[in-house]
């Protein structure tokens, strides 16, 4: 299923799946797998950002394909979360 998803990029634990980072919106986690775009992204920890991808349900675990991706502005950020 095709998504988009808005949130801060964070660092998580490595997993079977060999994911390091992922997504945090509203308290859901969206695990970023490392192939497409996700790779650029390990570079944005602490960053807002836009992902636009494939979501892939496992075990109650959410993982995600990026496919593409930009970096919000801190101010676009804050007025969609208010």
Do not use: C, F
Not at 10 to 31: H, K, L, M, N, W
Not at 34 to 59: C, F, H, Q, T, W
Request: glycine letters at 6%; charged letters at 40%; proline letters at 2%.
């Amino acid at each position: 299923m095709k998504i988009t998803v808005k949130g801060i990029v964070v660092s998580v634990p490595v997993d079977g799946r060999q994911t390091r980072i992922a997504v945090a919106q509203d308290g859901d986690e969206y695990r970023i797998l490392p192939r497409a775009a996700g790779i650029d992204l390990e570079d944005e920890i602490n960053v807002s950002v836009e992902v636009r991808g494939e979501l892939l349900e496992e075990d109650e675990v959410k993982y995600l394909t990026v496919r593409s991706y930009k970096v919000l502005e801190d101010d676009a950020w804050d007025e969609d979360n208010r």
